[in-house]
């Protein structure tokens, strides 16, 4: 079974990428975040994989991160779940998002997946609660340290007596690298930078 794959991106398409290992092209369905974030042509990348096994083919389904493998791997263990419709809900959602929904019981959110109705919505809330807690949690968790950051960003700068709209305009220019988990110490001297100039 192939678990990973380092090598040069060749092609891009809506559902998978192929990927050149050692002059061997790989076909791997991917989710559109997946798409969105490898990386350019030609580039250098490596995939998570999983395998499936069919009488009639060998299909790579691929994953830049373990969450989404995580998700991946809790929704193909559903009953009437296979691997391209989860890989279509993971085009639609988030992980961390569809963890939250499921743990939530958010029907609604749900159901707003293509593919995915009333019922099968139900069903992932039964089945999907237990695999997919850890994962909410963390995003929870995640969240809440964001917004705690955030905060001490805008306390920080008042402090040193830049104003609210500056300092909202910075916050803001700041958030994607709050979410990504960079400190305060790290944040703060790129505020400074930008508020100066």
């Not at 192929?18 to 350019?40: A, K, Q």
Request: aromatic residues 4%.
């Amino acid at each position: 079974m192939i678990a990973s794959l380092h090598g040069r991106l060749l092609r891009r398409t809506d559902q998978f990428v192929v990927i050149d290992v050692g002059s061997v092209g790989y076909r791997v369905f991917v989710s559109r975040d997946v798409i969105e974030r490898i990386g350019v042509q030609g580039g250098l990348v490596t995939l998570d994989i999983i395998t499936q096994v069919k009488e009639d083919a060998i299909h790579l389904y691929g994953f830049l991160d373990s969450e989404e493998q995580e998700a991946f791997e809790a929704l193909i263990a559903m009953n009437g779940v296979g691997p391209r419709l989860a890989m279509s809900v993971l085009s639609s959602i988030v992980p961390h998002e569809l963890a939250v929904a499921v743990c939530s019981a958010d029907i609604a959110r749900l159901c707003l997946i293509p593919g995915i109705g009333k019922k099968k919505a139900e069903r992932m809330i039964v089945e999907l609660k237990d695999r997919l807690m850890n994962l909410a949690q963390a995003q929870t968790i995640a969240g809440e340290a964001s917004s705690a950051t955030l905060q001490d960003l805008r306390s920080a700068l008042s402090n040193l007596g830049f104003k609210g709209v500056e300092v909202e305009q910075v916050v803001s220019a700041l958030r994607e690298k709050v979410i990504a988990g960079q400190s305060l110490d790290g944040l703060l001297p790129e505020a400074l930078k930008l508020l100066r100039g």
